[in-house]
């Protein structure tokens, strides 16, 4: 009897336990079955805030900068024009030696006659029995000019025969160095036993007109022992006259002709 119960009990506990376990496989299958659902909440598309897609980047290649132009190459200048020899000036005719020294003399005394001349003072007139005491008694006759120029003389003594002046271009040379010389003399005023006085100087001068030594005293005509004061204001004013109008505008060609000669200051000729 024991035995039976212990048999049907165990029975019992196998057939609960196949129960049991085909439930679990069963609730186990069912659930498998079952898609999880996962409830889904419906939004608005208004009340989202609208978000603007960022452009895609261009696929184009950025431009470049553009590439600075070289600059133009200069133009090559024009050849100079060739020069053509200038043809040689035609040549002067010569002439004699006479003519071309004549020509360069009366270019110098054109050259000093526009100077201004000085303007001559009258001779003071001696009072009443004055002239008597004044004149020279041993003189009967007043001292006449050369009759041939101390300069034109002197030129002949210094130079060789073959290279003097002749007497026109001579003259002509002295009258240019009077033009000159002229307008810075002012002789003393004096009686009339006075207006025929002259004086000659020796004078030296450089290459381009100076004076190259001061003048020298070399004689006197007029002079009396009663006028020996004004003989020597005489001598004394022409002196300063060619020093005053150094440099001289004289032809260079000629220089040797008028280096030094001696000059006679006469108020009848040069004032």
Not at 21 to 45: H, K, N, Y
Not at 178 to 199: E, H
Request: charged share 20%; hydrophobic share 40%; aromatic share 4%.
């Amino acid at each position: 009897m024991t035995e039976g119960r212990a048999l049907l009990i165990a029975a019992l506990l196998h057939v609960g336990l196949l129960l049991a376990l085909s439930l679990g496989v069963a609730q186990s299958m069912r659930m498998a079955a079952e898609p999880d659902v996962t409830p889904v909440e419906f939004v608005d598309i208004s009340d989202m805030a609208q978000v603007t897609a960022p452009p895609k980047p261009s696929m184009e290649a950025a431009p470049r900068d553009p590439e600075p132009l070289a600059a133009p190459e200069p133009m090559p200048e024009a050849p100079p024009a060739p020069q053509l020899p200038t043809p040689p000036a035609p040549q002067p005719a010569k002439v004699a030696d006479d003519t071309a020294a004549q020509d360069a003399i009366a270019e110098a005394v054109a050259a000093a006659q526009p100077k201004r001349q000085p303007p001559v003072k009258a001779p003071v007139k001696p009072k009443p029995g004055q002239s008597a005491q004044l004149v020279d008694k041993s003189k009967p006759n007043a001292a006449k000019p050369r009759e041939t120029s101390d300069f034109a003389r002197t030129i002949e003594d210094a130079l060789p025969k073959q290279s003097r002046l002749s007497p026109i271009q001579a003259a002509t040379l002295e009258q240019a160095i009077r033009a000159q010389i002229a307008p810075c003399w002012n002789p003393p005023i004096g009686g009339a036993d006075v207006a025929d006085m002259t004086a000659v100087l020796r004078i030296r001068l450089n290459k381009d007109g100076s004076v190259a030594a001061p003048p020298e005293y070399v004689s006197q005509t007029g002079a009396t022992a009663g006028n020996q004061a004004y003989a020597r204001a005489f001598v004394e004013t022409a002196k300063r006259a060619v020093l005053r109008c150094s440099p001289l505008e004289l032809p260079a060609d000629l220089y040797s002709y008028w280096r030094e000669f001696e000059l006679n200051f006469d108020p009848r000729l040069m004032t």
